[in-house]
């Protein structure tokens, strides 16, 4: 793009639309930024959307039909029939697979034609094609699907915060937003923002603490990368440090923190992918933790989530405009950027830093499938559990005299070392051992800045 002269009044300048960045933002088949996320799970739908008649779906651009046939397998196929193309929404589920209602060919949940009823007798047409079809599986009253090249299927992730502590519940919930996908993820690497949008500019949308202005690090994991807010509240500090999981996944703590009250929460409240409906649409969609870890007061709702619900305020646009206008969520901020949020009009600051992160690593993973490979992040861990870094930790380090920033820059900093230095212990330990680590650290002053903690943030 031209360089635009810094003056006043220079709408006109800057008035004609620049592409958006179209490798990291498209996603249909055959786009740079499609075909990455085609290597890996996405959730598409809550098991209870599905009901006894085929569902139709756009995915990743794609039109589709989702089904369960009588024998309980989910089937999730090309929308347009095989034999002259009606779409199979009117398709009659059966025993098997699902008959298309126009000439009656039926296909089975993996593609397989079970039937041309009309051929003659001795016909091979049948066994000469496949319908197309994708890979589904159900997990946790969830429905994800695989669309990537049918010899490249990865494990499913089974991520530590669905399997510990024992006896969580997982919710469901499923909320639409009518935009690309990458802005609606990017919020997750995007921490300073819980502090202006959901209390300093809007009024308190969640609890008090977050007006505390945090202190910032954005940290690489095996997994993606660790964004790391550190506030005080009085004596306590309090780090929210959410994952931020390649290519579309971020775990959270809750939204209502009480910084006065000590935590310790190596877990997370919600589990959520943004998958991309077609390029201007996307769903959030994933989990609510229920356990006493990591709501020890049981602040949760679970009444109030499901389909476009959420115990949370601000993730819909259920409330009236005129009420969102004067107190924006996260919904309004992230849809307002645009259909597609145009990257190239942006002037990203300091604060951004996790921004530029992700876009970066999703571009390594893009390059990495365009020259033929597989994408070489998150680490992968086979069928075994995949340890995660989120925490929400709120632990009494009083303020002394000096540099209070560094000093919860260095707690902040130092506990998600030891979460990350955790990562190989059974997931049943990892919470007790990180928490005796920290309240020795706790113990010993370790919070307080030495030039080498400097020297080891600065790095
Ligand atoms: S169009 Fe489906 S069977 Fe003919
Ligand atoms: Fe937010």
Not at 105 to 110: C, F, H, P, S
Not at 182 to 197: I, K, M, R, S
Not at 258 to 265: I, L, M, N, P
């Amino acid at each position: 793009m031209a360089k635009i002269p810094i003056q006043p009044y220079s709408g006109y300048l800057k008035s004609q639309t620049p592409d958006e960045d179209s490798t990291l933002t498209l996603v249909g088949p055959g786009t740079p930024g499609g075909e990455y996320l085609r290597r890996f799970w996405h959730p598409i739908a809550m098991v209870s959307e599905l009901k006894d008649v085929p569902m139709p779906i756009r995915v990743l651009g794609e039109d589709l039909i989702l089904f369960r046939d009588k024998s309980g397998r989910v089937g999730l196929v090309h929308k347009h029939c095989s034999h002259r193309g009606t779409s199979l929404e009117y398709g009659i589920i059966g025993q098997r697979g699902i008959r298309c209602a126009y000439h009656g060919w039926a296909y089975d949940v993996d593609g397989t034609v079970l039937d041309t009823p009309s051929e003659p007798a001795g016909s091979r047409l049948k066994e000469s094609l496949c319908h197309g079809a994708y890979r589904t599986h159900e997990s946790h009253g969830l429905i994800f699907t695989y669309m990537g090249p049918p010899d490249q299927v990865p494990d499913f992730p089974v991520y530590d915060t669905t399997v510990w502590p024992e006896g969580t519940e997982l919710v469901p919930l499923k909320l639409d937003m009518p935009c690309n996908w990458l802005q609606a993820h990017e919020n997750a690497a995007d921490p300073v923002h819980t502090a202006y949008l959901h209390s300093i500019v809007t009024g308190v949308q969640f609890t008090p603490s977050f007006a505390a202005l945090p202190v910032l690090e954005f940290k690489e994991t095996p997994l993606g990368l660790l964004s790391i807010a550190t506030r005080r509240c009085g004596d306590n500090l309090w780090i929210r440090a959410s994952d931020v999981i390649l290519p579309n996944v971020a775990q959270f703590g809750t939204g209502f923190v009480d910084g006065d009250k000590e935590k310790f929460a190596l877990t997370a409240a919600f589990t959520r992918w943004i998958t991309p409906v077609d390029d201007t649409h996307c769903w959030y969609i994933g989990w609510r933790q229920f356990n006493p870890v990591i709501d020890p007061r049981n602040e949760g709702r679970k009444q109030d989530i499901g389909r476009n619900r959420i115990d949370l305020m601000g993730q819909t646009d259920e409330r009236p405009y005129a009420e969102r206008q004067k107190s924006p969520g996260d919904w309004d901020a992230i849809v307002a950027q645009g259909k597609i949020a145009v990257r190239s009009r942006e002037h990203l600051s300091w604060t951004d830093k996790g921004v530029a992160i992700l876009r970066r690593q999703l571009r390594t993973g893009i390059k990495e499938v365009q020259a033929g490979g597989r994408p070489s992040a998150p680490q992968t861990y086979g069928t075994g559990v995949v340890p995660t870094y989120n925490n929400e930790t709120i632990l009494a380090v009083p303020q002394v005299d000096g540099d209070d920033k560094a000093v919860m820059q260095n707690f902040g900093h130092k506990v998600c070392e030891a979460a990350l230095a955790s990562a190989h212990l059974p997931v049943g330990e990892r919470q007790a051992h990180v928490e005796r680590a920290v309240r020795q650290m706790q113990k010993d002053g370790a919070f307080q800045v030495t030039s080498k903690d400097k020297e080891d943030m600065n790095a």
